[in-house]
T-cell receptor, first 112, second 112 residues
Framework: NAGVTQTPKFQVLKTGQSMTLQCAQD?????MYWYRQDPGMGLRLIYY???????DKGEVPNGYNVSRLNKREFSLRLESAAPSQTSVYFC???????????FGPGTRLTVL | LAKTTQPISMDSYEGQEVNITCSHN???????ITWYQQFPSQGPRFIIQ???TKVTNEVASLFIPADRKSSTLSLPRVSLSDTAVYYC?????????????FGQGTTLQVKP
């Protein structure tokens, strides 16, 4: 089992560009999450999906959109990237909402 | 939303027991308390979760007093490999209205 995989691992964008971060899990989990982590800070929840077909806002949703494509995949889209979105993005999944989360390796995003 | 307060950093020596306390004065009835460990350049890893009293697993114990306004993560006989950031989370996932708040975490430095 690969667990939680994220692509890409690194990305550099210019202000105003768009991109989609991909996340997939092979643990048959119902719930998935997107977090961002700024240098020296804790993780902040952007969006989460309690189950396939549902999504909900977390602590810092502005500037992002998500899609729960199917049970395995949960993508995060930046429509118009801003320097303030420079961060490391982590995807996670759990069997049900609130239970032990398994995290991916992260995507390091820089917006110039 | 219940916020958490933890010490920013702690030092310990190999073989000692380490106790990290987290304050969560506004914890709600449905909230659970969860602890994660994070190494540099990796996603967090689940350590332990509890609701009240004491929970123990193969790596740690979690002590929660009756008022649940704080909790203490206990790591027995730490080693150098336990050097990491430890996050206390308080979250309510009842009725799909859940949020999870990671604080800044506690950086534990274990010395030889």
């Amino acid at each position: 089992n690969a667990g939680v995989t994220q692509t890409p691992k690194f990305q550099v964008l210019k202000t105003g560009q768009s991109m989609t971060l991909q996340c997939a899990q092979d643990m048959n989990h119902n719930s998935m999450y997107w977090y961002r982590q700024d240098p020296g800070m804790g993780l902040r929840l952007i969006y989460y999906s309690a189950s396939e077909g549902t999504t909900d806002k977390g602590e810092v949703p502005n500037g992002y959109n998500v899609s729960r494509l199917n049970k395995r995949e949960f993508s995060l889209r930046l429509e118009s990237a801003a320097p303030s979105q420079t961060s490391v993005y982590f995807c996670a999944s759990s069997d049900t909402l609130g239970n032990e989360q398994f995290f991916g390796p992260g995507t390091r995003l820089t917006v110039l | 939303l219940a916020k958490t307060t933890q010490p920013i950093s702690m030092d310990s020596y190999e073989g000692q027991e380490v106790n990290i306390t987290c304050s969560h004065n506004n914890i709600a009835t449905n909230d659970y308390i969860t602890w994660y460990q994070q190494f540099p350049s990796q996603g967090p890893r689940f350590i332990i979760q509890g609701y009240k009293t004491k929970v123990t697993n193969e790596v740690a114990s979690l002590f929660i007093p009756a008022d649940r306004k704080s909790s203490t993560l206990s790591l027995p006989r730490v080693s150098l490999s336990d050097t990491a950031v430890y996050y206390c989370l308080v979250g309510d996932f009842s009725g799909n209205t859940g949020k999870l708040i990671f604080g800044q975490g506690t950086t534990l430095q274990v010395k030889p």
